[in-house]
């Protein structure tokens, strides 16, 4: 993946796809994200009518993250860097560590992850994400 990260934006948007994978504490974080950071999700199966976060909204979701998920995974598949704005694609997967819905704790959730980036002084002042998951059953 070397060379998909010569812009440092890119450097930027891969470390922390990799520190939310390991489910990062919020100080590491904090690393990465402008504090105006505003996170939109758009529709999907597991947020139907989408939703907005600001920073610390997105912080605590990642917090419940850690009791949902037993691990996760981001793979960037491709990274392109205009300015201030870095597109990514990915792929996702995490193991359930809890039942959601109907699925039991170590079903394990997969998803295509369009995820568009804007910086701010190196840092991610807007994300926004358009998760296409696998069926969940």
Same mark, same amino acid.
Request: proline share 4%.
């Given at each position: 993946?070397?060379?998909?990260?010569?812009?440092?934006?890119?450097?930027?948007?891969?470390?922390?796809?990799?520190?939310?994978?390991?489910?990062?504490?919020?100080?590491?974080?904090?690393?990465?994200?402008?504090?105006?950071?505003?996170?939109?999700?758009?529709?999907?199966?597991?947020?139907?009518?989408? =939703?907005?976060?600001?920073?610390?909204?997105?912080?605590?979701?990642?917090?419940?993250?850690?009791?949902?998920?037993?691990?996760?995974?981001?793979?960037?598949?491709?990274?392109?860097?205009?300015?201030?704005?870095?597109?990514?694609?990915?792929?996702?997967?995490?193991? =359930?560590?809890?039942?959601?819905?109907?699925?039991?704790?170590?079903?394990?959730?997969?998803?295509?992850?369009?995820?568009?980036?804007?910086?701010?002084?190196?840092?991610?002042?807007?994300?926004?994400?358009?998760?296409?998951?696998?069926?969940?059953?």
């Amino acid at each position: 993946m070397a060379h998909i990260e010569e812009h440092p934006n890119v450097r930027t948007a891969v470390s922390y796809h990799e520190a939310v994978a390991r489910l990062a504490e919020p100080a590491e974080l904090m690393e990465f994200l402008h504090p105006e950071m505003v996170h939109t999700q758009l529709p999907n199966v597991l947020f139907p009518d989408g =939703l907005v976060r600001g920073l610390a909204e997105s912080l605590e979701a990642l917090g419940r993250a850690r009791t949902l998920l037993a691990d996760q995974r981001y793979e960037v598949l491709t990274a392109v860097a205009s300015g201030d704005h870095v597109a990514l694609e990915v792929t996702w997967s995490g193991t =359930l560590a809890a039942p959601l819905g109907d699925l039991k704790a170590g079903h394990v959730l997969r998803a295509r992850i369009a995820v568009f980036l804007e910086f701010r002084d190196g840092k991610i002042v807007a994300q926004r994400n358009y998760d296409c998951y696998e069926r969940l059953t």
